[in-house]
Structures are given as structure tokens and as C-alpha cells.
């Protein structure tokens, strides 16, 4: 890891920025944008959106972040075959934004069109003097123009159908989508409980989770058990911790098995 904030720049797998008034988020910024070279290494996992801060303010849903740690060490679900099948039928669905209301009531309207003008053409044909051929041309061309428009509107119709069709699949693919992922995380979470368990013991953090429940039960400020989910993960990029949490950042970094940014706030 390479960290330049100010004129000074710093190696290794624990940076201390306490005395140099940088805060959390420039840190935070630095190292989730791909373009900002203040904080040089290994690019964010998914899982660093969940631990890769461990302050005071924390946020927390501990399912969710365990699941992904599990995930940021390769582990996989009986879920995830069909999870990706149907991520790939959405992918192949477009989503045009479709008025059917309006499409069929443009159809309707051509058609009424057709049949006045129908009418008009049966009447003029019906008035119409030998050799006065003009007026039955020019309503023909008429009635042509108006069919044309009518058919028109009867295909724009069925491409409207068919894309409300997507969009109600759409909307059942989603559905299978979420619940494939909630059921993919709740087996990860399962799996991995006492994982949990024992990374908040081995970091001593003031945490708990009741004996026979399940993590979502846990007890204790989030910054604890983000802290005992980042020891499990491989967070990729380094953790900003909070002297709050911990001070030192050699300890940080070895307690947590990951780089390390710590600073004052």
C-alpha cells in the first residue's frame, strides 16, 4: 500500500494519519476511486463497502456483510447457478418504456379513420359521373393513406405487446432474482455464524451474539462486528479505522489481516 496525503508518503500494510489532519472520507474517497492516487493498491472488494470503515458512526447489517466477506473468500451457494441464469435473461431483456393504453387507442382511431373513410369512398364512387374519374382518385388516395396509417399502428400495437411481455418477465425475473439472493446470503450467513462468532472473540470486541441465534441477533456497537467481519474478508483494498476503535495500526493491521489506514477522527 502506498498512501500520499500532504508531502509525505507512506509504505506498508499500516499507515498512521492521526497527526495529519486528513479525515475519514478523503481517505475513504481515495481509495474507492480508481482515478485518486493518494491510496495506491489493491482495489476495493464488494465487501470493503460494508467494513472498509470501522468508526464510531459505523453502519452495520450484519447479513448482508457477512455474506459478503463469505463471498470475498470464494465461497459459493447451491443458489448461485440459477442466480446467474436468471441474471443473464435479464441482461438479454430491454426495457423500452411502453404505453399500451396509448397504442391501442391509436389503433382504434386509425381504424375508425378507415371506416369514415371507407364510406366516403363508397359515396363519392356512387355520385361519381362517366368519365369524371378525379374525385374517385383522390378519395382512393385517401383511403389508401389512412389504411396505411392503420396498419402501421397495429404493428407499432404488437411491438407494444411484446414489450409489455418483457417487461412483465422482467418484473417476475427480478422477483426470482431477489429472492435467489436473499436465499444465497441466508446459506452463507448460516455457514459462516460461527466464523463470526469466533472472529468477535478473538478480537475481543464488546460484542456478542446470543448462543443458538443467529448473527442478525447480534448485540453491540456496529463498528464490532463490521471489525470481526473485515478479519474474515479479504476486503482487498486497506480499512480505514478510527483511533477511536484502535490506535495503533500495526495492531490494527495484524488483528484485522488486512491494510490499514488509521486516522483521527
Not at 458512526?57 to 448461485?80: E, I, K
Not at 417487461?167 to 417476475?172: D, F, I, K, S, V
Not at 441466508?186 to 441465534?213: E, I, T, Y
Amino acid at each position: 500500500m502506498r498512501v500520499a496525503f500532504g508531502e509525505r508518503v507512506r509504505r506498508g500494510r499500516a499507515v498512521d494519519l492521526r497527526n495529519e489532519g486528513v479525515p475519514a472520507s478523503a481517505v475513504v474517497a481515495a481509495i474507492t476511486d480508481p482515478d485518486d492516487g493518494r491510496v495506491r493498491g489493491q482495489r476495493p472488494a464488494a465487501v470493503h463497502e460494508h467494513v472498509g470503515v470501522l468508526c464510531e458512526g459505523t453502519t452495520l447489517r450484519v447479513g448482508v456483510a457477512l455474506a459478503a466477506a463469505a463471498r470475498s473468500r470464494g465461497a459459493r451457494t447451491t443458489h448461485d447457478d440459477e442466480l446467474a441464469a436468471v441474471t443473464r435473461q435479464l441482461a438479454g431483456l430491454s426495457t423500452p418504456d411502453v404505453d399500451l393504453a396509448a397504442a391501442r387507442e391509436r389503433v382504434a382511431a386509425a381504424e375508425a379513420a378507415v371506416g369514415h373513410m371507407r364510406e366516403r369512398a363508397a359515396r363519392v364512387q356512387g355520385r361519381t359521373q362517366p368519365g369524371d374519374g378525379e374525385p374517385v382518385v383522390a378519395v382512393t388516395r385517401a383511403l389508401t393513406a389512412v389504411e396505411t396509417e392503420w396498419h402501421a399502428a397495429k404493428e407499432r400495437l404488437q411491438r407494444a405487446q411484446a414489450a409489455w411481455a418483457d417487461a412483465r418477465r422482467r418484473l417476475t425475473l427480478e422477483d426470482r432474482r431477489a429472492n435467489l439472493e436473499q436465499a444465497a446470503r441466508d446459506a452463507l450467513v448460516a455457514r459462516w455464524s460461527d466464523r463470526f462468532r469466533r472472529a468477535m472473540d478473538a478480537l475481543a470486541v464488546p460484542a456478542s451474539v446470543p448462543p443458538s441465534q443467529p448473527p442478525r441477533r447480534f448485540s453491540g456497537p456496529p463498528w464490532a462486528g463490521a471489525a470481526a467481519i473485515a478479519r474474515l474478508a479479504a476486503p482487498g483494498a486497506p480499512l480505514v479505522v478510527s483511533a477511536a476503535v484502535c490506535a495503533d495500526a500495526l495492531a490494527a493491521s495484524a488483528a484485522l489481516d488486512a491494510p490499514v489506514v488509521v486516522v483521527a477522527d
